[in-house]
């Protein structure tokens, strides 16, 4: 049985980076196991290429929820990463790290060294942002962040009507003050996505000290008693084991790495029991604390068809030259994100830290792009940043092959659906703006604004996640029934065993989930160093001071 100090399993945001950093010490051995292929795919390294995966499996899981009795009946869609990367390869390449206030309320529950303070170090180890030099961002890091190359003249307008009801221009939403409206950055290098696969992955495939084995299903975690000793996993058919001589750090993801707990006997009994699985240990928040951001979507017909994404002819004519114009200077159309503002701001006066965003479309956004138009459009997405509801992750069935069972729960929690409808108006005012009126088409759902029972039936039929499932195997104090890893992401209970992803976040943060998620196995893997003693030449980065 091959054997290797660290297995990793799962190859996306967070396992990319563990397994760059820990075999930074050449007597280090790391094995990272991914279900999905490698990042070849030129829909990864193209942005653009985010429309084509993102509505369908291509490097996408594209997981479906249970029947959502906040959302009329419908099933959820969750894309989610099927590849090296992980969603950081799948996604719009957003780089909003959420507010101050999470980070600090992680810490309020009882999770030494996860306030800002502890935390803004690992965001700046993580980045190289190529505008902002000041003491919010890093200079260096493998993850670039960069303003988009080419931006859409449609964006300008969506700043002036975000002015309009009263959201500031911000130049930085990951800085001093995240209330506010700018162009977002994006994570990519040279008009290319910028994965985490591609920022520490891909750099360091030559180590000999690290093995990458792609289109590996984890079965389960192998124990010993209450020790982690190895992982079993599945390729084209067959079964192999391998050994760890230190950890096993799931890095799965918010549905993976439960389901992977629980096919290993891990969790709560009597979900165990109804599988026919032995219980290894009892940890019944296994699975528990599903929270995401629910999203709503306002499309319009666009007139400014140069300026918009749309399915027409013109659009295939100008595509047939923004191929060549990208192959040369990795620029124009097809270095967009689509997704090209951003903006922060609060459903009323009396609320302090901002707990809605805009995120702007300068394309037709139908059901998560599954829907087609025959027309040239732009969109704006408002989301709930700290949705009350809370869902659960439990086994459909004892086969690794399956898709766990998903409930997100969406508006279970009354205040979610009186959030979202002031929202809803705010959006609408938004869109409705001077800013957009020479522009501005038919709109594509369009609601009486003044009508909440109307607005309500419209967020019921329409919305769905943005994208930023978490908190299936929290982390928490030792006193909490539902935490399942300490603050040093160690599983309680049990030994040479971590959980290291999305996971693990106690509550959703006011942001996107991918930055938050880089930082985390940034911290985690110095921590892990530590406990080793391994590196010891590598230094933990400075205390923020601020």
């Known amino acids: 049985?091959?054997?290797?100090?660290?297995?990793?399993?799962?190859?996306?945001?967070?396992?990319?980076?563990?397994?760059?950093?820990?075999?930074?010490?050449?007597?280090?051995?790391?094995?990272?196991?991914?279900?999905?292929?490698?990042?070849?795919?030129?829909?990864?390294?193209?942005?653009?290429?985010?429309?084509?995966?993102?509505?369908?499996?291509?490097?996408?899981?594209?997981?479906?929820?249970?029947?959502?009795?906040?959302?009329?009946?419908?099933?959820?869609?969750?894309?989610?990463?099927?590849?090296?990367?992980?969603?950081?390869?799948?996604?719009?390449?957003?780089?909003?790290?959420?507010?101050?206030?999470?980070?600090?309320?992680?810490?309020?529950?009882?999770?030494?060294?996860?306030?800002?303070?502890?935390?803004?170090?690992?965001?700046?180890?993580?980045?190289?942002?190529?505008?902002?030099?000041d003491e919010f961002h890093g200079q260096g890091g493998p993850l670039n962040v960069a303003n988009l190359r080419s931006p859409s003249g449609v964006v300008e307008r969506f700043l002036d009507a975000c002015e309009s009801i009263g959201v500031p221009r911000n130049p930085d939403i990951n800085g001093a003050d995240q209330l506010g409206a700018m162009q977002t950055q994006v994570t990519q290098i040279n008009g290319e996505r910028c994965s985490a696969a591609k920022a520490y992955l891909t750099p360091n495939l030559d180590r000999p000290n690290l093995t990458v084995i792609t289109k590996a299903t984890t079965h389960k975690v192998l124990f010993e008693g209450k020790r982690a000793v190895g992982v079993e996993y599945g390729v084209k058919?067959?079964?192999?084991?391998?050994?760890?001589?230190?950890?096993?750090?799931?890095?799965?993801?918010?549905?993976?790495?439960?389901?992977?707990?629980?096919?290993?006997?891990?969790?709560?009994?009597?979900?165990?029991?109804?599988?026919?699985?032995e219980q290894v240990h009892e940890l019944p928040g296994v699975g528990e604390n599903l929270q995401d951001h629910i999203d709503l979507v306002h499309t319009y017909r666009c007139t400014a068809k140069r300026d918009?994404?749309?399915?027409?002819?013109?659009?295939?004519?100008?595509?047939?030259?923004?191929?060549?114009?990208?192959?040369?200077?990795?620029?124009?159309?097809?270095?967009?994100?689509?997704?090209?503002?951003?903006?922060?701001?609060?459903?009323?006066?009396?609320?302090?830290?901002?707990?809605?965003?805009?995120?702007?479309?300068?394309?037709?956004?139908?059901?998560?792009?599954?829907?087609?138009?025959?027309?040239?459009g732009f969109s704006s997405h408002v989301t709930l940043l700290r949705p009350k509801s809370i869902g659960t992750v439990k086994l459909n069935s004892t086969n690794p092959y399956d898709e766990p069972r998903i409930d997100p729960a969406f508006f279970s929690h009354p205040e979610d659906m009186e959030i979202m409808i002031k929202g809803w108006k705010k959006q609408h005012q938004m869109l409705e703006s001077d800013a957009f009126a020479d522009i501005r088409g038919e709109n594509f759902y369009p609601v009486d604004a003044s009508d909440d029972k109307a607005i309500e039936q419209d967020i019921r039929n329409?919305?769905?996640?943005?994208?930023?499932?978490?908190?299936?195997?929290?982390?928490?104090?030792?006193?909490?029934?539902?935490?399942?890893?300490?603050?040093?992401?160690?599983?309680?209970?049990?030994?040479?065993?971590?959980?290291?992803?999305?996971?693990?976040?106690?509550?959703l943060v006011g942001g996107n989930t991918n930055a938050p998620t880089i930082m985390i196995a940034e911290k985690v893997a110095d921590t892990i160093k530590a406990n080793y003693r391994l590196g010891e030449s590598i230094e933990k980065p400075a205390t923020a001071l601020i």
């Open 1 to 133: 049985m091959d054997s290797y100090d660290f297995i990793v399993v799962g190859g996306g945001s967070a396992g990319c980076v563990l397994a760059s950093r820990l075999t930074e010490d050449p007597n280090v051995t790391v094995c990272l196991l991914e279900a999905g292929g490698p990042d070849s795919s030129p829909f990864i390294h193209t942005p653009v290429g985010v429309v084509a995966m993102m509505p369908t499996k291509i490097n996408n899981w594209g997981f479906e929820t249970i029947p959502q009795l906040g959302l009329n009946g419908r099933k959820g869609y969750q894309p989610r990463g099927k590849t090296l990367g992980g969603s950081s390869s799948i996604n719009a390449m957003m780089y909003a790290r959420g507010h101050r206030y999470d980070y600090d309320l992680w810490a309020s529950l009882g999770n030494e060294g996860w306030s800002y303070q502890d935390c803004l170090p690992y965001f700046k180890k993580a980045e190289n942002n190529e505008v902002h030099h």
């Open 237 to 277: 058919g067959n079964s192999f084991q391998i050994k760890c001589n230190k950890e096993v750090i799931l890095s799965a993801g918010a549905f993976g790495s439960p389901q992977i707990l629980m096919l290993s006997g891990i969790g709560a009994k009597q979900d165990l029991q109804a599988h026919g699985i």
């Open 308 to 376: 918009t994404f749309g399915v027409s002819l013109q659009m295939a004519t100008e595509m047939t030259k923004a191929l060549p114009q990208w192959m040369k200077a990795r620029s124009g159309k097809m270095s967009s994100n689509f997704a090209e503002g951003i903006g922060f701001l609060c459903s009323d006066d009396e609320v302090k830290v901002p707990d809605l965003e805009f995120v702007f479309v300068v394309a037709v956004v139908d059901d998560h792009a599954r829907k087609m138009h025959m027309s040239h």
């Open 462 to 507: 329409r919305a769905d996640t943005q994208y930023h499932p978490i908190g299936t195997c929290k982390m928490g104090t030792k006193s909490d029934p539902l935490a399942v890893v300490d603050n040093e992401l160690k599983v309680y209970g049990l030994e040479a065993l971590r959980v290291v992803d999305a996971s693990i976040m106690p509550t």
